[in-house]
């Protein structure tokens, strides 16, 4: 596979996959700012929310849908569905 490398000042691995396909890395250095408003930001169960910097961004992601998603409501069903529903 592809080497991969990271600074070493702002990324920790934590855990790499039995095949190594996935990495998970700890984030290093995070300023008090940032723990600050996440702290600030958590709703009661605990969960916190994505900084404002980063809603731009999100605001133009498109969430992984499956190949038969049937939770999806109004979708386009694939060529396949629709053969197989004939």
Do not use: M
Request: aromatic content about 14%; proline content about 5%; hydrophobic content about 25%.
């Amino acid at each position: 596979g592809k080497e991969v490398t990271v600074n070493p000042k702002y990324f920790k691995l934590s855990f790499v996959s039995k095949f190594g396909k996935v990495r998970i890395y700890e984030i290093q250095n995070v300023s008090k700012e940032s723990r600050t408003w996440v702290r600030e930001n958590r709703d009661p169960s605990g969960r916190g929310y994505y900084p404002p910097a980063l809603k731009e961004l999100l605001s133009t992601k498109q969430d992984f849908a499956q190949v038969e998603d049937f939770n999806r409501k109004g979708g386009k069903k694939n060529a396949y569905t629709r053969y197989v529903e004939e």
